[in-house]
Every structure is written in C-alpha cells, then in structure tokens.
C-alpha cells in the first residue's frame, strides 16, 4: 500500500501539528509493509516538519513550497491548499499513485476540517472524516470513524480513498535518535512552482471563493473578571464568589 | 427569489436538536441579506428515507416552509453530497447551512467543490456592512478569531458550531422562532440513480454506558459522581492537571461540594483516565449546572458547545489569556493542582 500523509506544523512548538501527528501514526501503522510519504504545503521553514515526520518513519518527504503573505503561513482558503495536494497526487506516474491518502480532522491553525474533503472531492474519491481506527483486510479498508452521541460506525471501503484521523486511538511515537539523523538521507521532493508538475490551469481551486478579512482577539461571552494575588487569595476570591450565588 | 437552505440535521431518522439553531442563523442571514437589500427566501431541506413527518415537525415549530426530500439510500454524508450537488446545480441557492457536526463537516467541503460555492466551517458569528456579509470562525487553536467574507453572488456553504451563539451579542438565539404563521410542506423525492455509495456501514455501537469505552476495564465512574448531565455542580478537568494521578485532587475536591460530578474535556477520555460519558463537548455530553469549574481546560469550541449553558463559570488556567477566561464569570490564574490543595488544605484546617 502506498499512503500520502498531509502535515502541517505545530503553530507553539517545533513539532508536527497534533491532530497531523496523530495522522502520520495511523498511516505508519497502516503502511507497516509499505510506502508512506508526508507532504506538506507551506513556506519554506515547514520543511522542519517534514523531517520530523521523516524522522518518525516516513519514506519521503514532499514540499509543496508556497508563499501566502500571511506570516504564520497556514490560514490559506483550503479549497487552494486541497487543489495543490490533489495535483501532486494526479501527477502521479501510475507505478507510484497512492492507495490512501491521510489528513488530520482539523488543523490547528485553520481549524476547518476542509482539506481533506475538498482533496477527495477533486480527486473524485471516496471519503470519510472523523476516523478514530483503520484497517487493511485484503483488497479494502476497515474504519471507525465516530459520530456525535458516542456512536462508532464501522465502515468498508475501497482504494483509493481519503480518511481524516480523529484523536482517541493513535498514539504518536517519538522520533528516535537514529531516525533523525537519518531523516536528512530520505528523499525530499521540493516543489517550487505547480507547474513543475502539470499545467497550472488544470489545479482547481486556486482562485478562493471567499477571502480572509483579518483576526481579532475572541469576544468574551462571560466577565472573565481575573483574581490576581496570592493562592490564599484567589482561594478566598473563589469562596466569595461562591457564597454571594449560593453556590454552597 | 434567492434562497437561504438549512438541511436540517437528523440521526437515524429523528430531528436533533441543533436543528433549531441552525433555523435561527439560517432567519438572521436572511435579516442581514436583507438589510443589505437582498430579498431572500428561507427553506428548510429534510433528507431521509421518509422524512415527511420530520418534514411537518419542523415546519410546525419554525414557522418556516420545508422540503421533505426522500432519499433513496442511506442518508450518509457521501450521499448527501452528492445529490445534494445534483439536487442544486441548476439553482445553487445564496446560502446553504449545515450543522458543524461530522454529518455537515464532511457534505459541505464536497459540496462546496460541486457547486463552486465558498465553504465557511465552524461559524461562531456572522454579520454585515456596507461591504456585505461576514462570518467569524475561531483559528489558531481558538486563541483568535477570524473573519471571512464570501466574494459576491457566489454560493455560500457554512457549517454552524452547535451551541455557540448566532451572532455576537452572545444571547441564545436558538429560541426566537423566526418563520411565519402557515409555513408550506413540499415533498421531493430523489431518482435511485443519485446514489451509489463507496462505503459500506458494518456495524453502528453506542458506546454511551457508564462503563466508557471499549477499551475500559470495568466500571470507574463511582468516583466521579452523579451524572454529569443532571449534576448542580460540575468540576471539569482538562489537560492543565498534567498526570493522571492528578484527577485524585480533582475528585476529593469536587466530593467538598454536595451533588458535585467530575466531568472532562476530551484529551483526557481519549487516553482512558476518565470513561466516556464524562466528557463534556461536542462529541460528548452537553451540561447546563449552576456552577461549571473548569480546571486545566483551554476553552476549544468544541469543549464550549457543551457547557456554554451553564449558569456559572469558573476557570482555573495557569494562563490567564487562555480562551476559557473570557467564557468565565470568574478566572483564577493558577495552577490548577496547587488552587485545589490550597482550597482543600483551608477546608481541612476548618474542622
Ligand atoms: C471534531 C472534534 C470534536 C471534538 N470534540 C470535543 C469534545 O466533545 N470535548 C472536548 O473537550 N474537546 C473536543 N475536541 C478537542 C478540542 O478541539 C480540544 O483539543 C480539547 O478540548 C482540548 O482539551 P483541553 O482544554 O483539556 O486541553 P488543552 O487545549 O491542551 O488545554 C490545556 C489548558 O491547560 C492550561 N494549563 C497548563 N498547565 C496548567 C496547570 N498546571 N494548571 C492549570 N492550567 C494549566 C493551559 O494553559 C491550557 O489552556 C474535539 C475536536 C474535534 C476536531
Ligand atoms: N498546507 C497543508 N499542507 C499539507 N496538509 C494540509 C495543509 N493544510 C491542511 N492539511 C491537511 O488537512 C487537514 C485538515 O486541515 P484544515 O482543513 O486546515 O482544518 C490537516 O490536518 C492536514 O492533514
């Protein structure tokens, strides 16, 4: 099986994003006996969380080298990021087309869990989110994939298809030593430009339906009235709190 | 007359509940179409294999005209979006709703693409101006706030977070009934050839025991109290407590206050500390107590859409700028472990 795993970076520390390091631990147990590479499409300092990953266990690494303007890198509308990622796969030599392709359920810096419906959409795969386990038996894929209410449904499906990876049941490993120092050796594909890949008028989804208009801090719901002070003071604080509701 | 759609979110065929929020937002985005001077006309769909009854429910307690779609198959996202896609390419409406749940997580993208629409996720806020119409949706792991804006005359397709407010004023505005006196029931049924699924369900379990998940031993909840969903008082833990052995404070602190449960966020279920049925949030329970105590816990949107109903709030985050602060009546900047010790060391010293 040869498995695509689509990173993003952690946006507090140097690592790989959580929800995507959760998903590079189920391709690389899924592609135990196979291939699995790591894409990612970002500036040039994300290459850092390609070699992490490489350092995790990925085969190959490839970077799809953007520049949005936005200073993070990573809230980019994810209809031009799933139209990067479904033509690298599309310009795939059929000896080298992936059987599965994995993304996070959201990332943490867009957090719109679009990515990779939006990928299976223009690829015209199957699809489905929310995975918490996945499994190979024979020509197919076993999922559980979890809905609200505490409900799991097992589901089969076909190759090729898209699954996002939900938290619960994939425990990242840590990169080990030797696998870092070995990350550099692995192949790394950088792409500079899509056209070095197909022509660029066939990449749908680049030009944006909807435009980011700027961020602000979160509009409080509550007072978020602060105690400062010493514990023995926030203890009394919160005592008072609760004794002026009757809260006791 | 341009339209605004709600697909109205079902389970196996019933009406949950998030329905009626996303009726709300699907009348304010008319409102402020409106405002702007667009005429909008709202409409909600009901997709299921036979959903006329449903279909007429909602019509009833909206006030607003529906279309009862019969499905051929299994209403399932793949499904949806794809007749949905067909369903509306000849008229892609102005805006198309769906709840930001796994159900609309995975039509709307899809569907989005078919329709060359623009797709919001996870709207927390919507408004207008004189340049149009605006939507906020949390980013940066809900420590900012982002605002899109759709380009004009394209279709829109949003997903709305269950349980956070419509708009910014922070009301509820789930309960206003927007639609009028006699609103109209249509039935559409959709041809067999719309449906060919890739995926097979096998298998649909529950895991909503007290005994948590698979994965769980035995029966740990005696410790952490009643039901989370009935308690007056819920203490919540979250990933801020560090260790496990850590909940122990956690449990003998919520036992000082009678009637107290100990709930989660969903970090600490997934690594089995806690069973399933204490977790508060979107893919967990939902909790409306008098008193929420928030220990360790950021304020994801996710965790916020199953307490925001709570009377009050209290947080205790190492981080006094952590999201969770401005959802708090009262915010203690502390170590969560070290406030509980100080609260239980006083209480102690008093008998
Ligand atoms: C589809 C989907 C569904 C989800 N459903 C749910 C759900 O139902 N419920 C849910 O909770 N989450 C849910 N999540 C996960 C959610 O996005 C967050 O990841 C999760 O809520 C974070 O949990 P947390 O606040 O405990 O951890 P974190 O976000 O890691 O926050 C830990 C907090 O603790 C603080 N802290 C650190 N040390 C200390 C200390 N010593 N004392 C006090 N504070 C400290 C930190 O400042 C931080 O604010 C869902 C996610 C997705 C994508
Ligand atoms: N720029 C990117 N490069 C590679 N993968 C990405 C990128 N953006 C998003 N993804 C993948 O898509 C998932 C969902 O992201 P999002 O739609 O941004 O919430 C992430 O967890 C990643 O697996």
Redesign the interface.
Known sequence: MRILVCIKPH??EKDIGPFESIALEAGLQLGEEGVVDVITAGPDHWVDTIYRALGMGADNGIHILTDSGDP?GG?VP??VT?GMLSAFVMSRRPDQAYDLIITGVMS???????T???T???LD??????VVRAEQTGESL?IR??????????????FP?LISIQ???YTPRYPALSHMLKAKDKPLTVIRALSEICSTNQI??QI?????????????????????GT??D??R??ET??QE?N?? | MKLVLVVAET?EGRV?PVTWELAAAGAMIRDLAGKAGDRLDIRILVPGRAPLAAARDIADRTGIDTTALVWPCAVT??TL?RGLAKLLADQPPAFLIFAH???G??????L???L???????VI?MGGDSDGM?FS???????????????DD?C?VLTLAPGT?VG?S?DNQSRAVPGHATPKVEQITVPDTWCSP???????????DDAGGPDDPGDSSAPFGPDIRSAN?VVAAGQGIGDRENLDTVVRFAEQ?PGAAVGAS??LV?RGWIP??RQVG???ATVAP??YIACGISGSSQHLAGM?GAK???SINTR?DA?I??????????DAI??MD??LD?YSDKK
């Open positions: 946006i507090m993070h809230l994810a209809s799933a943490q810096d867009l957090m719109a869990g679009q990779g419906p939006m299976a959409a223009y795969i199957p699809c489905v989110t929310a076993l994939r979890e809905w609200e209410g505490g409900y799991w449904e097992t589901l089969e499906m076909g298809a938290a619960g049941q749908p989804g944006p339906k909807e435009r980011f208009s700027g961020l602000r801090m979160p509009e409080q719901t509550r007072k978020g009235e602060v105690v400062r514990l023995a926030q203890v604080a919160f709190f609760l509701r809260l006791t | 389970w949950r996202p793949e979006t749940t796994t159900r997580r995975e039509t709307a993208p899809g989005a693409v078919h060359g629409a623009a797709s919001v996720s996870g806020g605006f949706r949390p980013v940066m792991d809900n420590t900012r706030v982002q605002t899109v804006r759709p380009l394209t829109v407010a910014n922070g890739g995926t097979v369900r096998k298998e649909l379990v529950c895991r909503d008082i206050f969903r970090p997934d399933y049925p979107i893919t967990g008098d008193l925001s009050w709030v209290v006094a999201p602060c401005g959802h708090s009546d009262l915010c203690i900047p502390a070290e406030f100080a609260f006083k």
